[in-house]
C-alpha cells in the first residue's frame, strides 16, 4: 500500500511527517505503471489539527476514525494494490469560511506544484483528483496552472464553487483536455444556498456547481439522489444506496455503494468510460407523480334559516 501525505505548509509543499521537502519522495514513489490518486478535503480540516486533522479522518488507512460515519478514502478506493499510488494532500480549511474560501484558491497553486512534480516524474502515469466541497475550488484552482493532460480525471464531491469559476478553469490548456464528473445531489441543495447567500458570485446571477452545470463536453454532473440513475447504476453493477436523509454535505463520500464507482473512474488501470453515465445521465428521469389529494368533503353554505332548524 502506497500512501503519501502531504500538506501546504507556511513555506508552501511539505511532508506531513517532519515539513521536509516532499520531492525526493514523489520522485522515488512514482516509479510504477498503475494511477496516481490525489485526495483533497473540504472545509473544517486542517493537518496538524488535534481533532480536525484530514490525514487522522477521511485520508486516513486506519478503519476507524474519530467520526464513526467516515469512511477511509485510500481504503475505499483500494489503495492497498501495489499499482496504485494515493497522495493525501492536507491544507489549512479551517477559521471561518470566507477565510477558507481564499486560502482554497492558494492551495490550488500548491496542488497544481505537485501535480506538475508527479507528471514529469511519471509521464505515463494517469494522475486523477478526488474532492469534496471547498476541495474542488482547490482543483479547479489548480488546472490554469497545470499542462495540458497533467491531470487526467477528477470527481468533484458536491463542490462548494461556483459555475463561473468552474467554467473560467475549463477554458484553460489543462481544462480542455481533463474529464471532470460533479456528484450533486439535493441533500447539498441548503449548501449550495448557503455558499452563494455568504460568498459573493463572480458574476451577476451565477450560481453554484450544485445548482449549475458548466456547459462543456468534458463535465459530467451526477446526480446521485435521482432514482432512475440509481437504477441504470445498478444494473452496471454499482448499488448505491439511496438518501437517508433530507439535508447532507457529506451523503456524497458516506452513502453506501459510492466508492465502488468513483474506484472504478478512478483507481482502475482500465477506468470506466466517461460515456457510460454519460448515457445513463441523459435518459429522461420518469414524470414525477403528483400527490395523491385527500378527497375533502365540500363545504355546503345553508341558509340561517335551515342552520337553525338542522341544528334543532
Not at 517532519?18 to 510504477?32: E, F, K, M, N
Not at 488535534?50 to 487522522?56: E, S
Not at 478514502?73 to 480549511?93: C, Q, S, V, Y
Not at 414525477?288 to 365540500?298: H, I
Request: aromatic content about 6%.
Amino acid at each position: 500500500m502506497a500512501l503519501l501525505r502531504v500538506n501546504l505548509g507556511e513555506n508552501g509543499l511539505e511532508l506531513h511527517e517532519g515539513g521536509d521537502d516532499p520531492g525526493p519522495t514523489l520522485t522515488a514513489q512514482a516509479d510504477g505503471s498503475g494511477p496516481i490518486i490525489v485526495m483533497i478535503h473540504g472545509f473544517k480540516f486542517a493537518p496538524g489539527d488535534p481533532v480536525h486533522c484530514p490525514h487522522d479522518h477521511i485520508l486516513s488507512l486506519a478503519r476507524d476514525h474519530t467520526c464513526w460515519k467516515a469512511k477511509s478514502w485510500p481504503r475505499e478506493l483500494g489503495l492497498d494494490r501495489d499499482d496504485r499510488l494515493g497522495i493525501a494532500f492536507g491544507w489549512p480549511a479551517r477559521g471561518s469560511i470566507w477565510q477558507a474560501y481564499e486560502r482554497a484558491e492558494a492551495a490550488g497553486l500548491a496542488l497544481a506544484d505537485l501535480i506538475r512534480h508527479l507528471h514529469r516524474a511519471a509521464p505515463h502515469r494517469p494522475i486523477h483528483a478526488i474532492a469534496h466541497s471547498l476541495g474542488a475550488r482547490v482543483v479547479l484552482s489548480a488546472l490554469p496552472h497545470l499542462p495540458p493532460g497533467a491531470l487526467n480525471r477528477a470527481i468533484l464531491l458536491a463542490g462548494a464553487e461556483y459555475s463561473g469559476r468552474a467554467e473560467a478553469a475549463l477554458d484553460s490548456a489543462a481544462g480542455r483536455k481533463i474529464e471532470v464528473i460533479s456528484v450533486t445531489s439535493r441533500e447539498n441543495r441548503l449548501y449550495d444556498r448557503l455558499l452563494e447567500s455568504v460568498i459573493p458570485s463572480p458574476e451577476r446571477g451565477d450560481l453554484s456547481l450544485g445548482r449549475r452545470a458548466p456547459d462543456r463536453p468534458n463535465w459530467l454532473t451526477l446526480p446521485i439522489d435521482r432514482p432512475d440513475l440509481l437504477t441504470g447504476l445498478a444494473a452496471q453493477g454499482f448499488r448505491i444506496a439511496g438518501p437517508e436523509r433530507r439535508i447532507c454535505h457529506w451523503s456524497a463520500y458516506l452513502r453506501p455503494g459510492v466508492f465502488a464507482l468513483y474506484a472504478a473512474l478512478v483507481a482502475e488501470p482500465t477506468p470506466l468510460p466517461l460515456t457510460r453515465l454519460q448515457r445513463l445521465v441523459a435518459t429522461d428521469p420518469p414524470p414525477l407523480r403528483p400527490a395523491r389529494r385527500r378527497y375533502r368533503m365540500p363545504q355546503i353554505s345553508l341558509p340561517l334559516p335551515l342552520m337553525r332548524n338542522a341544528s334543532s
